[in-house]
């Protein structure tokens, strides 16, 4: 069964630098998604991507963030100068279609450890 | 905004034995659907279940079912026969159109 991947598995970057986590959705899914789970905490919506552009994104998702589908098959998180606080887990999901009765299938995840 | 809550923060249950973790949400839609994720350990969020708003019939999946209250907007998930691999994070989330809305989360712990 197709999967969605995610990598690296764990990122280790020193604060103030810029990380890229990588994801290759299914090839034949449309709607590409990035959510946050921060420790012990709930699973938090960033941004979804659909055509070529950012389609829905949350407060969080501020102009640290940006996502990019460069290839046609990678969708990318960048995260310009990273803060402790962007310690996190990194879940990329896709969906073949936007409709409600499709759901979400998820990488993974990227552990991104702050120092 | 559509929300989603779920009370139990925590639950526990025995091997073999069954337990029902709670889901509410709140929406003025009529069509929509309702997911359970779990996430294990290993930190993957997996699809257990899925819930069309428009079907009466309780969606179920081997030893997962639900029952689907629409007029309450409850949505809980029964885990019959428990087993040690059920132990994970229960995610409930809800979806309409491209929103995907997820609750807090349950932590559920098998005791053998």
């Known amino acids: 069964e197709p999967e969605v991947t995610q990598t690296p598995s764990h990122q280790v970057t020193q604060m103030g630098q810029e990380v890229i986590l990588r994801c290759v959705p299914i090839?034949?899914?449309?709607?590409f998604y990035w959510y946050r789970q921060i420790l012990g905490q709930k699973v938090e919506f960033l941004v979804s991507?659909?055509?070529?552009?950012?389609?829905?994104k949350s407060e969080i998702f501020d102009d640290q963030f940006s996502v990019e589908r460069p290839d046609g098959s990678n969708f990318t998180l960048k995260i310009r100068s990273t803060k402790l606080e962007d310690s996190a887990m990194y879940f990329c999901?896709?969906?073949?279609?936007?409709?409600?009765?499709?759901?979400?299938?998820f990488g993974d995840g990227t552990r991104l450890s702050i120092l | 905004a559509q929300t989603v809550t779920q009370s139990q923060p925590e639950m526990s249950v025995q091997e073999a034995e069954t337990v029902t973790l709670s889901c509410t949400y709140d929406?003025?839609?009529?069509?929509?659907?309702l997911f359970w994720y779990k996430q294990p350990p290993s930190r993957q969020m997996i699809l257990v279940i899925r819930?069309?708003?428009?079907?009466?019939q309780n969606a179920t999946e081997n030893r997962f079912s639900v029952n689907f209250q629409k007029a309450a907007k409850s949505f809980s998930l029964k885990i019959s026969d428990s087993q040690l691999g059920d132990a994970a994070m229960y995610f409930c989330?809800?979806?309409?159109?491209?929103?995907?809305?997820f609750g807090p989360g349950t932590r559920l712990s098998v005791l053998p």
């Open positions: 999901a896709s969906r073949r279609q936007g409709l409600s009765n499709q759901p979400q299938h």
């Open positions: 090839s034949n899914h449309l709607y």
């Open positions: 991507f659909y055509n070529n552009e950012i389609s829905e």
């Open positions: 929406t003025s839609e009529s069509d929509y659907y």
């Open positions: 819930q069309e708003a428009y079907k009466q």
């Open positions: 989330a809800y979806a309409y159109g491209q929103n995907f809305v």
